[in-house]
């Protein structure tokens, strides 16, 4: 884990050389000495949580800058730090990064966006894994950014996602929903889950949480009143899937999830995205911004494609058929 993110720093920072010569992200002087190994580009990498879904993330953006040739150690200056899930971590160290002078800022998952956005204004932020930039207010217009910032987001159909839970129980009434109350992206796809319910008359039972030590409390109580447990993108729940996993598997209570990752660890299926290819996309926008494109030109990119996953292994735990049908659709079973 650790050279993985070593790794993505160096190829971040290398991306902020070339962004540092103005706040737009044009090519300077210094990013083609950067370039030659002559100096170095200083890069902060800020990520709220581990977990292998933005780990992936992290992975892929080092592997995007390196491909452009920037490499840590060799021409960027790589500073990682980790919020451990707190707010107040990611307020720190967007602040750290500011009185640093980074050239350019890289943050996964939307508080540390935001906190990275709020503090730095005269450098590039590019941020990664935000599920709705505009309700995140890091942009107000996708296509057009129209401050120093930029990204890529993890954004799925909440009505794909519920379609599909009712694929394997087509009686299902009551779905039980965890996520974070302090988290936008979350707020916005319990309200997207909720309409998308309504038309299906199905009930959607929340359980909102305002810390990581409150999600097992929350899994326990929704495993005793409803019919499956749906995990959002949301990055403080999906770091305690575990927990969520232990009380839904007590009462033989289907978890659904959002990320391919969670379903890697136990939820039974998504359509859901290649964390490590929205990485990629996201190191090789900051490379063009390095090499002279400007942040205003540079529109909000989304997951080019959802693809279906499912877990047989948790499927059968949980005392479910696979309908023949998704098996064949499905890119990747996992056993």
């Not at 451990?84 to 720190?92: I, K, L, P, Q, R």
């Not at 995140?136 to 890529?152: H, R």
């Not at 490379?287 to 693809?307: M, N």
Request: hydrophobic share 40%; charged share 20%.
């Amino acid at each position: 884990m650790r050279r993985a993110v070593h790794a993505v720093l160096a190829a971040c920072l290398s991306i902020a050389l070339t962004a540092c010569g103005n706040q737009s992200g044009q090519q300077t002087d210094a990013t083609a000495t950067a370039a030659n190994g002559q100096q170095m580009v200083k890069l902060g990498l800020t990520q709220f949580v581990e977990h292998p879904a933005l780990d992936a993330i992290r992975q892929g953006i080092v592997d995007g800058l390196k491909a452009a040739g920037y490499e840590e150690g060799k021409n960027v200056e790589l500073d990682y730090q980790n919020a451990h899930g707190d707010m107040n971590n990611t307020v720190s160290i967007a602040q750290k990064f500011a009185g640093d002078g980074k050239d350019l800022v890289v943050a996964i998952a939307t508080p540390s966006a935001q906190a990275a956005a709020k503090a730095i204004t005269d450098k590039p932020v590019i941020f990664s894994s935000v599920t709705d930039p505009l309700s995140a207010q890091l942009v107000s217009n996708l296509e057009k950014p129209d401050k120093n910032v930029t990204g890529t987001s993890d954004k799925v159909s909440m009505e794909q996602q519920l379609e599909l839970v009712k694929r394997f129980l087509p009686n299902l009434k009551k779905l039980g929903v965890i996520y974070t109350t302090s988290e936008v992206n979350s707020e916005v796809q319990v309200k997207e889950l909720e309409e998308a319910a309504k038309k299906q008359g199905v009930e959607v039972v929340k359980a909102g949480i305002s810390q990581l030590s409150e999600v097992q409390l929350a899994a326990q109580g929704l495993a005793g009143k409803t019919e499956a447990i749906f995990i959002p993108i949301d990055n403080t729940v999906v770091s305690s899937f575990e927990a969520v996993l232990g009380a839904a598997e007590q009462h033989k209570v289907p978890v659904f999830a959002s990320d391919t990752d969670t379903v890697k660890r136990g939820a039974v299926a998504t359509y859901g995205i290649d964390y490590y290819q929205i990485g990629k996309q996201t190191g090789e926008m900051a490379v063009r911004i390095l090499k002279g494109q400007k942040v205003a030109d540079t529109p909000v990119e989304v997951s080019k494609q959802t693809e279906l996953y499912i877990n047989e292994t948790a499927a059968a735990n949980f005392g479910i058929a696979i309908p023949d049908e998704l098996k064949q659709q499905a890119k990747e079973i996992f056993k």
